[in-house]
């Protein structure tokens, strides 16, 4: 089973920007659907956005739509969540998964990096 890291967490200010990024050890993430989601402090963990293993289709939460971007580069076995305009409510972990379709994770996560938005 491929094993997802994730890279790219840390503290920003609000309206700030952070790229995260998922890559696999010893597995191809280029037949797969990929997504990120997150959980909060106190709360529910929560589909962030998606792409098609192609990466002709993505999807995001409302609450992202319009600052995040998902994407993917299959050559570097690599996707990444570009985020900007950030807000003190998408401080969380957030985490990288794989095999899902849109807001359904599938069966494979990374151990998540902490983003943390300071007003």
């Given amino acids: 089973q491929a094993q ?4 790219g967490g840390g503290l920003v200010q609000a309206g700030g920007s952070l ?4 890559t696999a050890s ?16 106190g709360k529910e963990r929560e589909f962030v956005a998606a792409v098609s293993w192609s990466g002709d289709t ?6 992202v739509k319009g600052r995040f ?10 996707v990444y969540l570009q985020m900007t305009s ?4 998408d401080t969380a972990v957030y985490s990288c998964n794989a095999g899902g379709r849109n807001s359904t994770p599938g ?13």
């Fill in 58 to 63: 993505t999807s995001y939460a409302e609450s």
């Fill in 26 to 41: 010893g597995h191809t993430l280029s037949a797969y659907n990929m997504g990120w989601f997150r959980q909060g402090p």
């Fill in 107 to 119: 069966p494979v996560w990374g151990q998540g990096t902490q983003v943390t938005v300071s007003s």
């Fill in 4 to 7: 997802l890291v994730e890279f």
């Fill in 19 to 22: 790229r995260l990024s998922c």
């Fill in 86 to 89: 950030l807000k003190p409510e």
């Fill in 69 to 78: 971007t998902i994407s993917r580069d299959n050559a570097r076995n690599t």
